[in-house]
């Protein structure tokens, strides 16, 4: 069989980073990002055209110059839980921080959401951008990378121990024998390292899936390692071709290097296409959008976000770009470390580097949808992508990808026609993970 592309649908409310006067828009609600039914109506779209995922992004730290979706915002897994009641098929991922928050209450939220939905739950591991999160969290600092992403693996491996808690037949519930649990397929986990302390067990039983399917975002050494270790599904950023086939092959290469089948990573590119009915439009409508969101004193709030929220307004705009390195080492190291190195080979003022780090740079799926799903086969049969992890502005753009894209992918085999899975781990061809307790009890002893 040919091998199919993966879809998930990134659902944002009144405008995410770059989308500053979207909120204005008739066809989306003000209270967009807080309006559940909003959600459920996209996911019901996304499910309708068969995608695998919606996918919910996140943080913790704002201040009024972040983007509207930001500023007033669901919790994830509390949006999830609506959606999930409300769907059949279509994975469910929330993005939580490993860094704010601790394993026992993950585990047993995801484990949640898995029975919730049957199956389709998803964990975005992220170890949080914004430095200022830490304020909100008891700790003057956020932690640099070394701790951070070594809380995440840590992290990432008590909750898969907590989900083993209970074996698949811990509950015979059997009345006659006056037997509810078999306390053998009860365990504790009794785990002590460098970052937690955690007896277990977990209280909630293993979902259909097993264990709801790891992702990750974070392309740093560290975060590629992490995603190498334990990811199953990866939210990566877009780029040129060349850029995001790099990286595929870097995940790739990394997830064998530690033993690990690399087809069992998903890497999911972000995109935000753009489709019209002919080229042209499509050109146009993205010139456009990009137009009514190029405000300098916007670009400049944002371009704090990889420094911790730097104030960039206390500098000369025409003096060469100040040296804030030290600001990203606990916040966005892998951008901000390029937007200085940049800045300093190129000798640009301030004006000069925020204009060039946000230049105009279209989507490469801007145009026709024959345009869009060329290039979208184009680059996956080229290795940049398994799947796409897609946002749209408004519903109607949605529609016109589900109505007019969708059906060309599905033409060439490229994309599935109708469900043949229940579950996210099904949906993704990702193998149930066997409880580790049964699989120690069965292993013959030699
Ligand atoms: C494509 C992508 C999506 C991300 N999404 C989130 C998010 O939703 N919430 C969040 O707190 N951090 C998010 N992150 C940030 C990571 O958690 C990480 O802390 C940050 O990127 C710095 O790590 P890095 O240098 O390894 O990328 C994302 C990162 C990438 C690359």
């Known amino acids: ?30 209270n967009a990002s807080i ?6 109506a996209q996911a019901k779209a996304a499910e309708q055209a068969r ?26 897994l509390t949006l999830l839980s609506a959606v999930a009641v409300h769907t059949r098929h279509i994975g469910l991922v929330g993005t939580l921080s490993s860094t704010y928050n601790s394993p026992f209450n993950v585990a047993r939220r995801f484990a949640s959401l898995d029975h919730i939905s049957g199956g389709r739950a998803g964990w975005n591991v992220v170890t949080s951008l914004d430095s200022g999160t830490s304020r909100n969290y008891g700790l003057d600092e956020h932690l640099d990378y070394a701790t951070r992403y070594g809380r995440a693996l840590e992290h990432v491996q008590v909750v898969r121990g907590l989900w083993d808690s209970y074996e698949d037949d811990a509950f015979p519930a059997d009345v006659e024998r006056d037997v509810f649990v078999e306390p053998d397929r009860l365990h504790a986990l009794n785990h002590a390292g460098e970052h937690f302390k955690v007896a277990g067990p977990l209280n909630i039983s293993r979902s259909p899936q097993g264990q709801p399917v790891i992702f990750q975002a974070g392309v740093s050494e560290e975060g590629r390692n992490l995603a190498a270790h334990v990811a199953e599904g990866i939210y990566a950023p877009g780029g040129t071709l060349a850029e995001t086939q790099a990286y595929y092959a870097d995940i790739k290469r990394r997830t064998a290097q530690v ?20 080229d042209a439009e499509a050109q146009r409508r993205s010139r456009e959008i990009f137009d009514a969101d190029n405000d300098f004193g916007r670009k400049l709030a944002a371009f704090g976000r990889s420094f911790g929220a730097y104030d960039f307004s206390r ?20 951008r901000g470390t390029e937007i200085v190195r940049r800045a300093r080979e190129e000798k640009l003022t301030l004006r000069e580097t925020v204009l060039a780090f946000t230049e105009y740079a279209p989507s490469p799926f801007t145009g026709a949808p024959e345009t869009v799903a060329d290039t979208i086969a184009e680059w996956f049969a080229a290795g940049a992508f398994d799947g796409l992890n897609l946002g749209f502005r408004t ?8 109505g007019d894209v969708v059906p060309l992918l599905q033409a060439r085999g490229l994309f599935r026609t109708e ?5 996210l781990r099904g949906h993704l061809d990702l193998p149930v ?11 013959p002893v030699s």
């Not at 519903?395 to 589900?402: G, M």
């Open 51 to 76: 995608f695998d995922a919606l996918f919910i992004v996140d943080s913790q730290f704002i201040d009024a110059t972040y983007p509207p979706h930001y500023l007033n915002r669901l919790e994830p």
């Open 1 to 30: 069989m040919t091998r199919q592309i993966r879809l998930a649908l990134r659902a944002y409310g009144v405008g995410g980073p770059g989308q500053h006067s979207l909120w204005k828009d008739p066809r989306i609600p003000k």
């Open 395 to 402: 519903p109607d753009d949605l529609e016109r990808f589900a």
């Open 259 to 278: 033993g690990r089948d690399p087809e069992h990573v998903v890497v999911f590119l972000g995109a935000n296409p753009v489709v019209a009915g002919t």
């Open 419 to 423: 469900y043949t899975a229940d579950t």
């Open 315 to 334: 500098h000369d705009l025409d003096e060469p770009f100040p040296d804030v390195s030290a600001y990203a080492e606990r916040s966005g190291r892998t």
């Open 35 to 40: 309006d559940i039914d909003w959600y459920i």
């Open 433 to 443: 993970p066997v409880n580790r307790h049964t699989a120690a009890r069965l292993q």
